[in-house]
């Protein structure tokens, strides 16, 4: 089975920068809270849109649109919108995690190709095969919390592909399934497409050191020497049992690049790059990287090494300079 | 409306949890959820002991119904779910979308769980026909939002709102209670015992603001909607769900059962025997760890 690459776009320079490096595909959203990257100034409007597809699909590359936030009663027309757009716009693959617009998109454009977020929360076989047999889903991207042989028994027990994350930001809780956002600030993932949004941090230097909050709860504090990270509400140093540490994550990124060989054996039918937030330049390196990676891990899966200047690009883009294999790995659960 | 008994979402030894639902026979409760729904490795009480525990509050009045768990990771879980679903004689909670699959499957009517991630009336709808006849909202819902989605429910459906406890708010591959052990999760060890309500996390000026429970994340405020029971009512809600704590959840019971009956709220005296600060942000439509004022004019 072909391992394809699915970059982030979340600009039309983003889009060409993955396309020009060796994606297979890209992943975009609208311009709204339609998805989960709702950042200011990211993301694109239909004209922009259309513009990227017709430079993907010139090339023989694929663009996927995330509609992965979900829907509420007072704005469900923004969301089939969305969808009505997706269709008209000859988009290869909408990205849902909402049971109730995955019905509708079904309903309206069975043609439409249908993939479940990993916003949808699926992370057995039994979750995926719902999808499949009510809403026909052709891919489920997973979330970042099984190890490999799980991963690997999933693809064994479903006629869906399967999508992993490979690099990027690291969600430490199942996605789709926390809160911790909006507990702190009002608005999460689910519902507003963001998670710790930019407008409620604030940075203050004080005596003690630099101080980053989210609306006003203190996430973290840097000594002299201390290099500060976006304040990721789960990526801040807190106090339990009297001792202070991360104690949920520390600031690190996900980077699967000596997992690619056993990623490859499960079967599963793509990678995926996370970043739509990041800069064209991030979306040219890490593709560059990722590109050459899954072509020599094709060729020859037993004899495939990461190359030392591999990772080193990648661990300049990583935050805080370090990686993680995540829960695919064991021992870091 | 009538008052729920949610899952005890905590690890307790063996002897206090069935003492627990012993005394839960006699607190004035509709129905009493139970189950093992955040972490595969707490076992001391099986699932055999659940559903001893099931026909007890049965007969005792209450409707018992068996919670699943939330995060399935391993075809052990799955194995465990499958004998949930195939018990038959009581109603399941489907805490995640598997667990749907194979209740739908089965024919077996269902409760949607608050992590099933309703959030407007088409999913609700889609789960009223795979045979759900009770809903519980996301957490994290307003109340202007439930309000909207209440203006047209599929038939037969009823509401459950969480309505007061630590709120659950997220859950992980990683055990955060290990973590803090330096333990890992495959020998924690099982800390949570040490932790009959949590692991408290506090930022570093000494604000209380989160919970670690192994692998699930709560707040460190208390959700409390006992000021809200008329608006509840109101919106047709059905039943409220209060959340298990350690100490003085009698107590709790009773605080609502009384507001209920139309005595004055006793948001004090709940205040007293909680083991956080109050919150209920996310009610009116804010950030979780707020607490509004109002309910106690």
């Known amino acids: 089975m ?40 990211l993301n694109f409007d239909e004209a922009q849109a259309a513009e990227g597809l017709r430079y993907a699909h010139d090339r023989g590359r694929k663009v996927l649109l995330a509609l992965n936030t979900y829907p509420q009663p007072d704005t469900w027309s923004r969301w089939t919108g969305a969808i009505d ?89 199942v996605e789709g399934r926390c809160l911790l956002s909006s507990y702190c600030t009002g608005e999460s993932p689910n519902t507003a497409g963001v998670c710790s949004p930019p407008k409620a941090v604030q940075w203050t230097d004080t005596p003690t050191g630099l101080e980053s909050r989210l609306n006003g709860v203190l996430l973290d504090r840097y000594g002299k020497d201390e290099k500060a990270g976006y304040p990721t509400l789960c990526k801040g140093r807190f106090e339990v049992g009297g001792e202070t540490y991360y104690a949920i994550e520390e600031p690190t990124s996900l980077n699967t690049l000596d997992l690619l060989p056993e990623m490859l054996k499960t079967g599963i039918a793509a990678i995926k790059i996370e970043g739509r937030q990041r800069s064209p330049a991030y979306v040219t390196q890490v593709t560059k990287v990722w590109r050459a990676a899954i072509d020599a891990v094709k060729k020859n899966a037993d004899a495939f090494k990461p190359t030392p200047a591999w990772q080193a690009e990648l661990n300049k883009l990583s935050e805080g300079q370090s990686h993680t294999l995540g829960a695919y790995h064991r021992p870091w659960k | ?28 409760l509709a129905r009493v959820y139970l189950g093992e729904s955040v972490c595969s490795r707490r076992h001391l009480l099986r699932l055999s002991d659940w559903l001893e ?9 209450k409707e018992a119904v068996l919670s699943s768990q939330t995060l399935i990771e391993s075809e ?18 489907a805490n995640e979308w598997g667990a749907v699959r194979l209740l739908s499957e089965a024919g077996v009517p269902f409760v949607a769980g608050p992590t099933l991630n309703v959030y407007n009336h088409e999913t609700l709808d889609v789960l009223a026909g795979l045979g759900a006849q009770r809903w519980l909202p996301p957490v994290e819902m307003s109340r202007a939002t439930l309000a909207s989605l209440l203006d047209h429910l599929p038939a037969g459906m009823e509401t459950e709102v969480f309505a007061y406890g630590r709120l659950p708010l997220a859950y992980s591959a990683r055990c955060f209670t290990a973590r803090h052990y ?55 809600v059905a039943s409220l769900r209060l959340s298990p704590q350690t100490h003085h959840m009698g107590r709790v019971v009773e605080a609502f059962q009384a507001t209920l009956a139309g005595e004055p709220v006793a948001a004090d005296a709940l205040a007293r025997i909680m083991p956080g600060p109050a919150v209920d942000g996310y009610w009116h439509g804010r950030a979780g760890l707020e607490h509004s004022t109002e309910q106690h004019a």
């Not at chain 2, 052990?76 to 909670?93: A, M, P």
Request: with cysteine; glycine share 8%.
């Open chain 1, 2 to 41: 072909p391992l394809e690459l699915i970059c982030p776009a979340g600009s039309l320079v983003s889009l060409k920068a993955a396309i020009d490096n060796g994606a297979d595909a890209v992943y975009m959203g609208f311009r709204d809270n339609t998805n989960a990257r709702a950042f200011p100034g």
């Open chain 1, 85 to 173: 757009r997706a269709a008209k716009l000859g988009m290869d693959a909408v990205i849902l995690a909402d049971a109730g617009l995955m019905r509708y998109a079904v309903k309206q454009y069975p043609a439409l190709r249908l993939h479940l977020s990993v916003q949808g929360s699926a992370t057995s076989y039994e979750a995926v095969n719902f999808y499949r047999e009510h809403f026909g889903i052709q891919r489920a991207v997973l979330p970042r919390v099984l190890s490999l042989p799980q991963v690997e028994n999933v693809v064994q027990h479903t006629d869906v592909e399967i999508e992993l994350f490979g690099f990027g930001g690291l969600c430490v809780m």
């Open chain 2, 1 to 28: 409306m009538n008052l729920s008994l949610g899952p005890l979402l905590y690890y307790w030894s063996r002897d206090d949890m069935l003492a627990f639902y012993e005394e839960a026979q006699h607190w004035p």
């Open chain 2, 53 to 61: 525990l099931a026909e007890k509050l049965t007969a005792a009045g």
């Open chain 2, 76 to 93: 052990s879980d799955l194995k465990t779910l499958r004998r949930i679903v195939s018990d038959g004689r009581f109603r399941v909670e």
């Open chain 2, 182 to 236: 330096n333990l890992p999760k495959d020998d924690c060890q099982f800390r949570c015992l040490d932790h009959p309500d949590g692991l408290l996390l506090s930022t570093r000026e000494g604000e209380p603001f989160l919970t670690l429970n192994g692998i699930q994340t709560q707040s460190a405020g208390v959700y409390t909607l006992i000021g809200e029971l008329p608006a509840l009512h109101e919106l047709g």
